[in-house]
Antibody, heavy 121, light 107 residues
Framework: EVQLVESGGGVVRPGGSLRLSCGTS????????MAWVRQVPGKGLEWVSH????????TYADSVKGRFTISRDSARNSLYLQMSSLRAEDTALYHC??????????????WGQGTLVTVSS | DIQMTQSPSSLSASVGDRVTITCRAS??????LAWYQQKPGKVPKLLIY???TLQSGVPSRFSGSGSGTDFTLTISSLQPEDVATYYC?????????FGRGTKVEIK
């Protein structure tokens, strides 16, 4: 069974930093691209970032470019999101998600429950 | 960036009704479109990818169609368990934008 479990969320002041983690199991981590998607409670989904299967290609939404860094560790079967210069508008539930099967399948076929990030003074 | 316009934003229909949700891309995206269902308090669930391919385990009353700029998600016979918000997402290029969602309720 595919499992994605996020951690690392919390309350942080504007301008602060936070590192989110996503532990995975139930599939061969090295075979899949991964993404972060966020959702303000009660609002819609916002794609944040993506990393390909080997970490050689990363992409970001304009809203986080230059502030967030996505990475992965195949030895730990884990995905990360380093968040810096945080703003109030970054407050959201952050989900990690796995790409679909096969090249070019940049939709998300499995999602974690999410970790809540609150940026507030 | 390509914008994804989803309509309607909400709808109310009776059990057994045929329900149609549309998603329009501001530029052509071939068939690189996915549909998700998010029930209250739950994580999104993939329903359809490549515009019309049903994800394994998804009931056959769900179907998708379209290519280029205009896409449709159809529920052929609405069931009480289909109460949810539905999102489209384009994934041919970055950013992999979601539509704003359609909330489906039972009348």
């Amino acid at each position: 069974e595919v499992q994605l479990v996020e951690s690392g969320g919390g309350v942080v002041r504007p301008g602060g930093s936070l590192r989110l983690s996503c532990g995975t199991s139930g599939f061969k981590f090295d075979d899949y691209g991964m993404a972060w998607v966020r959702q303000v409670p009660g609002k819609g989904l916002e794609w944040v970032s993506h990393i390909n299967w080997n970490g050689g290609s990363t992409t970001y939404a304009d809203s986080v470019k230059g502030r967030f860094t996505i990475s992965r560790d195949s030895a730990r079967n884990s995905l990360y999101l380093q968040m810096s210069s945080l703003r109030a508008e970054d407050t959201a539930l952050y989900h990690c998600a796995r790409d679909g099967v096969g090249g070019g399948s940049y939709y998300s076929d499995h999602w974690g429950q999410g970790t809540l990030v609150t940026v507030s003074s | 960036d390509i914008q994804m316009t989803q309509s309607p934003s909400s709808l109310s229909a009776s059990v057994g009704d045929r329900v149609t949700i549309t998603c329009r891309a501001s530029q052509g995206i071939s068939n690189s479109l996915a549909w998700y269902q998010q029930k209250p308090g739950k994580v999104p669930k993939l329903l359809i990818y490549a515009a019309s391919t049903l994800q394994s385990g998804v009931p056959s009353r769900f179907s998708g169609s379209g290519s280029g700029t205009d896409f449709t998600l159809t529920i052929s016979s609405l069931q009480p368990e289909d109460v949810a918000t539905y999102y489209c997402q384009k994934y041919n290029s970055v950013p992999r934008t979601f539509g704003r969602g359609t909330k489906v309720e039972i009348k």
